[in-house]
């Protein structure tokens, strides 16, 4: 599996932005799907995941309420929905495909990553 994020750019802060997974190669419709980020100098951290149906999601407590995570499954495509932009939000976004159906939190719990999309929000 090939993941494309895509979506990232330049805002201010209190925008909006919607990025975008695509898997090429196979599809991801029976595994969950997680966005993870990264800013200069962290680690690579969770922020949001959907399960195989579409049906259960996770949220890391910093985007809670701002974040909505959604999944198409007709075209092999998950979204994130970032809403009130901070920040503290400006970091590389990952897209990642679990191992598993199920939500997973972490890292290892991915099996195929996405190159990235950078979201830069200015304050």
């Known amino acids: 599996v090939q993941l494309q994020a895509s979506g990232g750019g330049l805002v201010q802060a209190g925008g909006s932005l919607r990025l975008s997974c695509a898997a090429s190669?196979?599809?991801?419709?029976?595994?969950?799907v997680g966005w993870f980020r990264q800013a200069p100098g962290k680690e690579r951290e969770f922020v949001s995941a959907i399960n195989w149906s579409g049906g259960s999601t996770s949220y890391a407590d910093s985007v809670k309420g701002r974040f909505a995570i959604s999944r198409d499954k007709a075209r092999n495509r998950v979204y994130l929905q970032m809403n009130s932009l901070k920040a503290d939000d400006t970091a590389v976004y990952y897209c990642?495909?679990?191992?598993?159906?199920?939500?997973?939190?972490?890292?290892?719990?991915?099996?195929?990553w996405g190159q990235g999309t950078q979201v830069t929000v200015s304050s």
């Open positions: 990642a495909v679990a191992y598993t159906p199920t939500i997973q939190p972490t890292t290892p719990g991915y099996r195929y």
């Open positions: 190669g196979r599809t991801f419709n029976n595994n969950a």
